[in-house]
Structures are given as C-alpha cells and as structure tokens.
C-alpha cells in the first residue's frame, strides 16, 4: 500500500481530505491524517464574539465530524518531520512513513515575540481575538469596559486574515454606539502598513472609511515593545501611542514543529512553489493553506482556491506525470463594515482589488469595494458554506482562478 | 522607467524608483541614493548590511526581511532602524540597487 499523510486537520487538511478520499483508490493508496486537537474552530467566527454577534458555541465542532470512513485520523502533536527519510514522529511515539505529504499545520500567534506584550497585562488590559480563550476573556472585558482609549495594533505582516483588524474596528465602532458610549471611546488603528490596507486601491476606500467612522489612523508604526506599566506601546524609533485597551495582532507565525524540522523561514512558513504548491525542496511534499510562505492572503477562501489546484497537482505527482495547475493568488473576502453592512474584495497575485461586480451564479451579483447590507449576508452566509461545503470539499460556486468579469480598472 | 544621471553614469530606474537592474550598482550610486533616502555618510556598516542585501538577493531572489537580519545576527533591529530611519527594509533595498521588497496581503 501507499502512503498518502496530511499533517493538520484544520481548514485545509480538512477540505483536501475530503477532496482525496473519494478519487485515491483504496486498494492502492492509504490515508493518514494527523492533529493535536480534538475540536474544530471555525476561525473567521472569532471575530464576531467580542461584541456579543457568535458565542464560543457557535464556532466549534468536533473534527471527527468532518472525517470520513474508510481513513485513518490520529489525535497527537506532531514531533518532528523527517523529509530527507519520508516520516513523520508523532509525540504519541508514532512514526508514520509516507509515499506524499501534505503539509497544512496552519499560521498562530506569538505575542511573546513582542517584548513586554505576554506579560502582567496578558489579557488583563491587553487582549489578541485571534484564539478562542483571546477573543472570549476580550468579550468578557467589553461587557463592562465603560470607555477610553482603545487602541488596535499590528505587530509584523504577514497575518492572517488581513482584513480582520480591520473588521474588529468598524464593528467596534458600531458595538460602541449600539452600547451608548461611543462618545467616551477613541479608537486608533496602529499598523505597520503605510495606509489601512496593502494594495493602493482598497487602502484609499478604506482609509476613508476610518475617517468617516472617526477612526484614528496611524500608518508605518513597527512595534518593538509594549510598555505595560505605562500602558503605551513604543516603536523601534521610539514613537510611543497610549492605550487605555490595547487589542494586539501579534506576529503571526507557522508551527514550532516547522522550525524543530528545519523546512521553514524565519517565520517558520514553509518555502513553496507559489503555482503548484510544490514545497521548494522535498518534490514529494506538498504545502497548503496557512503554512506556505506564498504571497497571498492566509484565508480560508485562499486555502479553499489552493486545495483546488493541489487536487489535481497532488494526482498528477502520483501518476507521475508534470505539474500543470497553477495557483494565481486568488483571495475573496467579505468585509464587515458594521452596522449590518460588508465590503467584497476579489484579487490575486498580479491584480490588486478593484470596483465592480461580482457576479455568483444563484445568489450574486455582489458589490466590490463598496458597501453593501448584500456583502454582510454573504459574510453571514459563508459560515454555513464553511462547515457545509467548504470542509467538506464541495465544489463552490466561485472559480478558483480570479475572473476580470464585472471588475472596473 | 526612466533614466537618470547618477554618481557620473546614466542608471534606469523602475516605476517605485528602485533600480531597474541591479547589477548596474557600485558604491559611488549607493552613495547618491542615500543622501536621496536622507542618509548623508554612507557608513562602513552602512555599506556592510548593504552588501548583505545584495547577497541574500543573489542567491535567494529577494532581500531579507527584518526579522530575518535579527535572527541570524547580522544587525539587531533597533541598531537597523537607527542606520536607516524610517523604513529600514525599504531603504536599504534602495540603497542595494535591488527591487522595491513585495509587500504580503
Ligand atoms: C480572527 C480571524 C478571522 C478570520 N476571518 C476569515 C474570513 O473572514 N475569511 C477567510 O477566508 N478566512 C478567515 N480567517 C483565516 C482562516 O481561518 C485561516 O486562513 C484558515 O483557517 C487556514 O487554514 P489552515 O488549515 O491553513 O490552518 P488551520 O485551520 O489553523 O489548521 C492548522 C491545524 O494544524 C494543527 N497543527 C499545527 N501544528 C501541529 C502540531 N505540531 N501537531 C499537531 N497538529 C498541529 C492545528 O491544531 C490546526 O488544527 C480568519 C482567521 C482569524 C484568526
């Protein structure tokens, strides 16, 4: 028998699971797919917890729900990975041989990269949404927070999701008025970037967005530590902002596990063919979703576009046959803007997010770069898309190429 | 593009100003495009983490990133930010003759 192992069962483990099982020949091939956790976050929901919209409940399912029968599924932390002699060690002592390998070990925080942020104040006046035990103690503090300053920063690109910052401020400025002390709260958007986004286009949109919801900004800040004491968070040139809350993004970063393997950079994101998805070293090991060092987004709906082309890729590799699909850095996000309303944006590799139309067959068109109450039910909607049809590997009504349709340049 | 003249030769810029080919470099340049960037002496170290850039650059295909410099101990980050103010990744690609660094979505 071969061996196919997928290393992670989060967002894109899952989805290439799914995607595999049913076309891998059972009589040839066996699949193995391993994670620490018992529990599946669905991610993009932790964002909504802190102003009361999900409660942790709404976010988790077991992961052996998204099995399917017929493949092996271990629970443990993976050890180390051994590339040079095709296996794998699992903490449970374990050691798994593989003919391919799928690497999907995801991106997570460390705010003790940051001097002085994982310190006294760790969650006590200084909160990340970017976990679950983050976003929940954050949502226990708002319920009682009665104004101030409230300052969210960025530590390092990249991050996941990279509009949730973002998101986390429109909707703060809506939960405030909603509440009756946004009149008591400043907020100031703290980022490294030199505007509110990356690209120029969506940056002026939403740049003017913070303005119009009175939104300080405060662009090409790099933080090199947090004063606690003094709560004011200084740069590496010494400019200091004062917070009375600080809600922090910290450095986004792949598995320890990467960097005890020695497959990562300095980030421990592994290098990766950004159009096949073909690690960069090992031609039998495959990287997907969060993980890669690619230059797109770290999304779900990028994980999802990936997991198309790997599909065919990963099978062509088995055959033996050359890599033909190739991966554009597609990205699709909504946007809440608060107050009921979201934003689209649509892009890849070589084509920044632009106005128009987004045209999806059954329920489109919807509005891109502006808002719209139409872009906040397609955010709604996509958690019932994510545990549905996403994880479960079914084909999306979204091309996993970028389309020019509709779009404005 | 756009040509212009610079330290006695003609060099051809790209859209973002960053050199257009990298290989056109030599000190004497570096020195202009710094006092451009407000660095008036191009120190020693200045010219040692320039340098370095253009390595990582030859062998790998881009400039390495800060914490990248940090890490393997070539210049800590506070000492970076005092050589070169104000966006030191983005200057000292500059001043190397390299690409503008790819900003990550
Ligand atoms: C606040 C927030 C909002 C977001 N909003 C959106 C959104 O609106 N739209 C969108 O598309 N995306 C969004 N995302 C991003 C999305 O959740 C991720 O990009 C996606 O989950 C990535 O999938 P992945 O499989 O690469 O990583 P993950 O889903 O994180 O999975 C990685 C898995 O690997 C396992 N693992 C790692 N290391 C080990 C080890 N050593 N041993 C065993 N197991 C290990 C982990 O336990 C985990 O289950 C958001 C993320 C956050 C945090």
């Given at each position: 028998m071969k061996k196919l192992v997928i290393l992670g069962a989060g967002t894109a483990g899952t989805m290439m699971l799914n995607k595999l099982e049913p076309v891998l020949d059972k009589d040839e091939w066996k699949i193995t797919i391993v994670d620490q956790f018992e529990t599946h976050y669905y991610q993009p929901g932790f964002l909504f917890i802190p102003f009361g919209i999900y409660t942790p409940k709404d976010v988790v399912k077991p992961k052996r729900d998204f099995f399917p029968t017929g493949i092996e599924a271990i629970q443990s932390r993976i050890e180390i990975i051994e590339p040079d002699k095709n296996q794998v060690k699992l903490e449970n002592g374990t050691v798994l041989n593989y003919d391919f390998l799928i690497v999907a070990t995801g991106s997570k925080i460390n705010?003790?990269?940051?001097?002085?942020?994982?310190?006294?104040?760790w969650r006590k006046n200084i909160f990340d949404f970017y976990t679950i035990e983050g976003t929940t103690a954050l949502s226990k503090f708002l319920k009682y927070w009665e104004g101030g300053k409230m300052v969210v920063n960025i530590a390092?690109?990249?991050?996941?999701?990279?509009v949730a910052p973002l998101e986390f401020v429109f909707l703060a400025d809506w939960w405030f008025t909603e509440q009756g002390i946004r009149d008591k709260v400043d907020i100031e958007f703290v980022t490294p970037?030199?505007?509110?986004?990356?690209?120029p286009k969506a940056s002026q949109v939403f740049g003017d967005f913070l303005d119009k919801k009175n939104i300080k900004l405060m662009p090409d800040f790099n933080i090199a530590r947090v004063d606690h004491e003094n709560n004011k968070i200084v740069s590496w040139e010494e400019t200091t902002v004062d917070y009375d809350l600080l809600v922090t993004i910290p450095t986004n970063m792949g598995d320890d596990v990467i960097e005890r393997s020695g497959m990562g950079d300095e980030l421990n994101f592994i290098p990766t063919?950004?159009?096949?998805?073909?690690s960069d070293k090992w031609e039998n090991v495959f990287v997907l979703g969060d993980?890669?060092?690619?230059?797109?987004?770290?999304a779900g709906s990028v994980a999802h576009f990936q997991a198309d082309i790997l599909f065919d890729n990963i099978q062509s590799a088995m055959d033996g046959r050359p890599l033909k699909a190739k991966y554009d850095g597609h990205a699709n996000c909504y946007i809440e803007s608060g107050f009921g309303k979201g934003i689209l944006i649509d892009f890849n590799y070589d084509t920044e997010p632009l106005p128009g139309k987004f045209p999806l067959p059954g329920v489109g068109p919807f509005s891109l770069l502006e808002e719209t109450k139409m872009n906040h039910y397609g955010k709604m909607m996509f958690r019932w898309m994510y545990w549905n049809l996403l994880l479960k590997g079914a084909e999306l009504p979204i091309e996993s190429e970028m389309l020019m349709a509709g779009k404005r340049a | 593009m756009a040509s212009r003249e610079i330290a006695g030769v003609t060099v051809e810029f790209d859209d973002d100003n960053f050199?257009?080919?990298?290989?056109?470099?030599n000190e004497a340049i570096a020195a202009e495009l710094a006092n451009e960037e407000g660095i008036e002496t191009l120190t020693d170290r200045h010219i040692e983490i320039v340098q370095y850039f253009r390595n990582e650059f030859e062998s790998i295909g881009t400039a390495p990133s800060i914490r990248k410099l940090n890490k393997s101990g070539v210049v800590p980050t506070k000492e970076l930010y005092q050589l070169f103010p104000g966006g030191p990744a983005k200057k000292a690609a500059r001043i190397a003759g390299l690409k503008k660094p790819q900003g990550c979505v």
């Open positions: 705010p003790a990269e940051t001097e002085g942020m994982k310190e006294d104040m390092e690109m990249p991050i996941k999701c990279p970037l030199p505007g509110a986004f990356t690209k063919n950004k159009q096949t998805l073909q993980a890669t060092n690619l230059p797109s987004s770290k | 050199m257009a080919d990298h290989t056109a470099w």
